[in-house]
């Protein structure tokens, strides 16, 4: 099966996993897609003041009242290269001010923002321990880190997976093991993309 008919495959198998789950869990699922934007929004207001970068905005920045803040934006791929390899228009994508890992900001002065802002940027870390540590560096004393991620039982990439527990995130900052990349990649191809590690597609997705 070719990887885009497997790209189809999970998009049924997540809409059947929708029409299968209770009415309660299905009404939260609700609620959290539809209100998620505006809830961000909110507390984007209520907490964030003076200057501050935002790590992995991509085409989805955070809406913030431009009279109370300054944001720089921070990634890791200019907005024609983010274009190619995920098909987003490049007029959608933020450009960036600079371009750094998400968690190597070394350019940076320790306590010199009075916020950092990673929306749906911290699950796709290979470390998430030492992203925050990175991130809280950066960061004044009361300074605010802003943070969201996605609710796993409703998007179709997370639906069939189960978050690691907290021992491995602690492991993988301890020990950064070699393979740990490897690892998440092949459990993002065998369990999101369906592709089986025998089949011929797998090595090359691996590549």
């Known amino acids: 099966m070719a990887i885009g008919e497997k790209s189809v495959d999970r998009q049924e198998r997540f809409k059947k996993y929708l029409r299968d789950i209770k009415a309660f869990h299905h009404a939260i699922l609700n609620i959290t897609e539809k209100e998620s934007q505006m809830a961000r929004t909110y507390y984007a207001d209520k907490y964030l ?3 501050g970068i935002e790590v992995g ?6 809406i913030v009242n431009n009279k109370k803040v300054a944001i720089e934006y921070v990634d890791r ?4 290269e983010t274009s190619r390899i995920y098909a987003i228009p490049s007029e959608y994508i933020v450009t960036p001010h600079y ?3 998400a968690d190597a900001l070394g ?5 010199n923002f009075d916020f950092v802002i990673a929306n749906h940027l911290l699950e796709h870390m290979l470390n998430p321990v030492g992203a925050m540590i990175e991130w809280l560096r950066v960061l004044k004393d ?3 880190l802003f943070l969201t991620v996605p609710n796993y039982r409703c998007n179709e990439y997370d639906f069939c997976r189960k978050p690691v527990d907290i021992n491995h ?3 993988d900052y301890r020990t ?3 393979d740990m990349k490897d690892e998440h990649w092949r459990e993002f191809i065998t369990k999101v993309e369906g592709i089986d590690p025998e089949d011929p597609a797998f090595k090359k997705r691996m590549e």
């Open 77 to 80: 791929l200019r907005p024609e």
């Open 142 to 144: 009361g300074g605010i």
């Open 99 to 101: 371009l750094a890992e």
């Open 49 to 51: 003041s003076g200057s």
């Open 57 to 62: 905005a991509e085409s989805n920045p955070l």
């Open 176 to 178: 950064h093991p070699p």
């Open 107 to 111: 350019f940076f002065p320790d306590k």
């Open 169 to 171: 995130v602690i492991n």
